[in-house]
Antibody, heavy 117, light 107 residues
Framework: QVQLQQSGAELAKPGSSVKISCKAS????????VSWIKQTTGQGLEYIGH????????NYNEKFKGKATLTVDKSSSTAFMQLSSLTPDDSAVYYC??????????WGQGVMVTVSS | DIQMTQSPSVLSASVGDRVTLNCKAS??????LNWYQQKLGEAPKLLIY???NLQTGIPSRFSGSGSGTDFTLTISSLQPEDFATYFC?????????FGAGTKLELK
């Protein structure tokens, strides 16, 4: 069965970076993009961007350019998102999701990132 | 960016009720509208894709309709497990965007 397994919760200091992972199983990894979504109580769900897992090509929501960097390791069927120059506004739950012809059909369990000094 | 407006923000209903949730796009998004259900502490789950296509494994009491800018999700007979928050999501135009959600609560 399709599964997206994300890494564990992160506690980070302002100004630092975190890199979260999303390991896919149960399907051909390179046949689907991986998307990333941010969820907060205040802003709701925000689409960050996606990565072509075959080519490594990326598209970002303008709002997240410079904040998020998406990469992929095809050998381990894992997608990554690095968040840089963290501020308290980056505290959120971050999800990865599979994106094919029917976008965001399967989601990871989410990673809580807390930015605090 | 396309704004997705969901209404109502909170809907109180009883088991067995038929309910309709609304989602309005600020621009034409053709048929590219998905509906998700999210329960507390869980990831969103895809219910309906491309306006009216039921995702595999989703009960037939869920249905979607609409086109262009106005879309609805209907639950024909509410079950106890349906009380959750529902989000719409457009994937017609970049950046893709979500609605703010409708919380379906027990009356």
């Amino acid at each position: 069965q399709v599964q997206l397994q994300q890494s564990g919760a992160e506690l980070a200091k302002p100004g630092s970076s975190v890199k979260i992972s999303c390991k896919a199983s149960g399907y051909t990894f390179t046949s689907y993009y991986v998307s990333w979504i941010k969820q907060t109580t205040g802003q709701g769900l925000e689409y960050i961007g996606h990565i072509n897992t075959g080519s490594g090509g990326t598209n970002y929501n303008e709002k997240f350019k410079g904040k998020a960097t998406l990469t992929v390791d095809k050998s381990s069927s894992t997608a990554f998102m690095q968040l840089s120059s963290l501020t308290p506004d980056d505290s959120a739950v971050y999800y990865c999701a599979r994106e094919g012809a029917d976008p965001l059909d399967y989601w990871g369990q989410g990673v809580m990132v807390t930015v605090s000094s | 960016d396309i704004q997705m407006t969901q209404s109502p923000s909170v809907l109180s209903a009883s088991v067995g009720d038929r309910v309709t949730l609304n989602c309005k796009a600020s621009q034409n998004i053709n048929k590219y509208l998905n509906w998700y259900q999210q329960k507390l502490g869980e990831a969103p789950k895809l219910l309906i894709y491309n306006t009216n296509n039921l995702q595999t494994g989703i009960p037939s009491r869920f249905s979607g309709s609409g086109s262009g800018t106005d879309f609805t999700l209907t639950i024909s007979s509410l079950q106890p497990e349906d009380f959750a928050t529902y989000f719409c999501f457009q994937h017609n135009s970049w950046p893709y965007t979500f609605g703010a959600g409708t919380k379906l609560e027990l009356k």
